[in-house]
Structure formats: C-alpha cells, structure tokens
C-alpha cells in the first residue's frame, strides 16, 4: 500500500512569507507525527496528533510554527514569517495506533529552502 | 532530559566483515527503542522496537539487543546493500505522556564490496 505522503517535495521561498506542508499519512493510521531533520542529524520531534487532537506540540520553536488535523487524516504544518532558519527538512510519520511501542512510519519529507 | 548517543559517527567495513553499532541512552522510564535505517534522500525505515533489557530482535543480517544502559546493532556479514545510516530513537515517561521519539544523530556505515 501507499505509505506517507509529503507534499511538495522542495519548496523555495523568500523570507517573511508564509508556507504550508502537507502530510497524508498510510490509510487507517490514527497517529500523526511532524518532525525537522537538519543535515547529519536525527530526526527532531515537532508536534503529534491522535486522530485529531493535538497532544503533544512542545517541540514547536515558537508561535509562528502551528499545525492542524482537522479531520483526523491530512495534517498541515503552517510556518508563518519564515525566517532563514527554518531551512530544513520536514518529515511527517504515522502509526497505526495511539500508546507506547507503535512503529512511527516516516515519508520523504518536504526540503524547505528559506532564501 | 532524555538524551540518545550514538557510535562511532561513521564506519566502513569490507563485505563480510562483521560489526556493531551502539546507541547509548538516558531516559525517565524507557517505553521502547527504536532502530531506524535511512537511506540517502529518503525518510527514516522502521527496523526494530525493543521493549525491555535482555530482548532481542532480527531481521536478515541485523540483530538488535538492548540492556538497561544502551542498545546495540550487530550486523553480520555485511553487504554493499547494508551501507545507509541507522538511527537509534528512544520513546520514554510515563503513561499518557507523549509518544515523541528522541532520536539519536546515527552511525553512517558503508560496506565496500
């Protein structure tokens, strides 16, 4: 089956603009995960939802960094202001269940160049 | 602060020759470690979870072990097909906490032919 979708793939803007990303994770997965990955680094957590509660959004660097899951599949990250130091790579994961132990699926991102 | 080390940052080996890589881990209530594989432009593979000291796990020519402290990633006999670097993540707290893994940097192998 499919597994999850990141769109764009590259995204280029100028700095102060506002950017969307989107994630559509594997059918069926009720958890949601969004992560930064800098270059020769691990994966860095942002924010994850359970269907679409959002509960855990403590890695989110500040308030222009939001992200919704209305309906419980598709999540958007919304960067707002960007700023040059939000070039990085944005991964989103999904799991098949809530609770500890659930394999987190990963896509292949979405590289974000801040000019 | 839970925290995740890895090493050594990079080893090459020739096929066959077989290895291990550590991920050292402090946590506040270890719930699972993760081994992830990554290829170049490409997201996280899940390989393994490990829930408690003294498990292990295999797949192929991998095999994952996990004490109290770290988590170890024999690989045994190697092929080209094996080089990508492996992650080593850790989900940890208590119940109802969150499910954020902490990621490790990872250990980029290459295998020559």
């Known amino acids: 089956g499919a597994g999850v979708s990141q769109s764009p793939r590259y995204k280029v803007t100028k700095r102060g603009q506002d950017v969307a990303l989107r994630c559509d994770p594997i059918s069926g997965h009720v958890s949601l995960y969004w992560y930064r990955q800098a270059l020769g680094q691990g994966p860095e957590f942002l924010t994850y939802?359970?269907?679409?509660?959002?509960?855990?959004k403590s890695g989110l660097p500040n308030d222009r960094f939001s992200a919704e899951r209305p309906e419980g599949s598709i999540s958007t990250l919304t960067i707002q202001r960007t700023e040059q130091r939000d070039s990085a790579m944005y991964r989103c994961?999904?799991?098949?269940?809530?609770?500890?132990?659930?394999?987190?699926?990963f896509g292949d991102g979405t590289r974000l160049s801040i000019l | 602060e839970d925290q995740v080390t890895q090493s050594p940052e990079a080893l090459r080996l020739q096929e066959g020759e077989s290895s291990s890589l550590n991920c050292s881990y402090t946590?506040?209530?270890?719930?699972?470690l993760f081994w992830y594989r990554q290829d170049p432009g490409k997201g996280p593979e899940f390989l393994f979870t490990l829930y408690s000291a003294g498990e292990e796990k295999e797949k192929e020519r991998l095999k994952a072990t996990l004490t109290k402290k770290e988590s170890f990633l024999h690989i045994t006999a190697p092929k080209p097909e094996d080089s990508a670097t492996y992650l080593c993540?850790?989900?940890?707290?208590?119940?109802?906490?969150?499910?954020?893994?902490?990621f490790g940097k990872g250990t980029k192998l290459t295998v020559n032919p």
């Open positions: 939802f359970n269907y679409e509660a959002q509960q855990d």
């Open positions: 993540a850790v989900q940890a707290g208590t119940q109802g906490g969150s499910e954020k893994l902490v």
């Open positions: 994961a999904s799991s098949l269940s809530t609770g500890y132990g659930q394999p987190q699926h």
């Open positions: 946590v506040s209530g270890l719930r699972g």
